[in-house]
């Protein structure tokens, strides 16, 4: 049985560490859990979420239409029974404004990936959705294009909605995503992001993969694409003017193999041009270059690449 009671308290408890945390100023930021197949407990619109008390929750159907409560339901109710109807799996949908995320929504600055070991394994790539005035369905429907492969999205020039099993889980993206967006702030203003190497950054993905949390560069439709790239939601950026502006794309990271042969292509492409450059220098080493075969010549190149990029 679903003790609603205890869980408007939950909500409540939410309501005050958004507020406490900065992420819903004033009266900003919803939050819902889904109790039955059509039945959602809902926060009040015009109502700051640091002050909430259970009686303040109401219950909406999945229609939107308000069925118990003595305070308006939220006006963005239409975004989180969207996410709820795309992702049975979901119980709880949290909205709000964090600071430092949010500031990433109004640059339309992707997150890079590859640099913090907490954020790889329990967020991954994170969208933007484009822009649409929150409210309408049309504001529900930007985040069709990602809900199904995140639980955490930005929404272009507002802020953030996060979703999970239950309210706390659903609050927890948020938390680690605005730390994270903070830290990439300060980072940036010492001069420098430093990321993971391949082989790190693969260690991480499969330990994700162990914990029984999915990322899409664990499957078949991505396995071969540069795993720090930002490639699951490229894609979209176009729509939404999402582009790199403040963070630099991080160096090149696909599977040592897909290098390899890039690498191999490239330098068996130029061979004759080098070797050529070699005998003309009059150095030994030069003439030792010289004197290799094509064959030769690409192996030596393409391990001394391979070195540098695996570190």
């Known amino acids: 049985m679903v003790n609603a009671h205890k ?6 408890e939410m309501g005050r560490r958004l507020y406490n945390k900065g992420f819903a100023a004033a009266n900003d930021g919803n939050i819902t859990v889904r109790i039955s197949d059509n039945e959602v407990l809902c926060t009040p619109t015009m109502h700051s979420k640091g002050f909430l008390k259970p009686e303040d929750i109401s219950t909406i159907d999945m229609t939107v239409k308000q069925i118990s409560g003595i305070k308006k339901r939220s006006s963005e109710a239409l975004l989180h029974l969207e996410i ?3 992702r049975p799996d979901i119980k709880s949908v ?7 995320a949010t500031a990433f929504a109004v640059a339309r600055e992707p997150i890079p990936q590859c640099v913090l070991p907490e954020v790889e394994v329990f967020i991954g790539d994170v969208p933007i959705t484009k822009y649409e005035t929150p409210g309408g369905q049309a504001f529900a429907d930007t985040i069709l294009p990602f809900v199904s492969k995140t639980n955490i999205i930005i929404l272009a020039n507002h802020g953030t909605v996060s979703y999970g099993v ?36 693969k260690e991480l993905l499969d330990l994700k993969q162990k914990w029984g949390w999915q990322d899409p560069r664990n499957t078949p439709e991505y396995q071969n694409c540069d795993v720090c790239a930002n490639d699951i939601f490229r894609s979209s950026w176009k729509e939404s003017g999402v582009e790199r502006r403040a963070f630099p794309a991080p160096p090149p990271m696909a599977p040592a193999a897909d290098v ?4 191999s292509q490239a330098v068996s492409t130029a061979a004759p041009v080098l070797r050529s450059a070699a005998a003309n220098s009059g150095a030994s ?14 192996k030596l190149i393409t391990a001394q690449v391979l070195k540098q990029l695996n570190g």
């Not at 390899?260 to 690498?263: G, L, S, Y």
Request: glycine fraction near 4%.
């Open 260 to 263: 390899a042969q890039a690498v």
């Open 7 to 12: 869980i408007k308290q939950d909500i409540c």
């Open 166 to 201: 239950d309210v706390e889980q659903a609050y927890w993206w948020t938390e680690i995503l605005d730390a994270y967006c903070r830290i990439l702030m300060l980072a940036k203003q010492l001069g420098n992001v430093s990321y993971f190497s391949y082989k790190e950054e």
């Open 84 to 86: 709820y109807k795309q």
């Open 285 to 298: 080493a030069g003439s030792e270059l010289a004197g290799m075969d094509q064959e030769q010549l690409v």
């Open 94 to 100: 949290v909205h709000c404004h964090p600071p430092h």
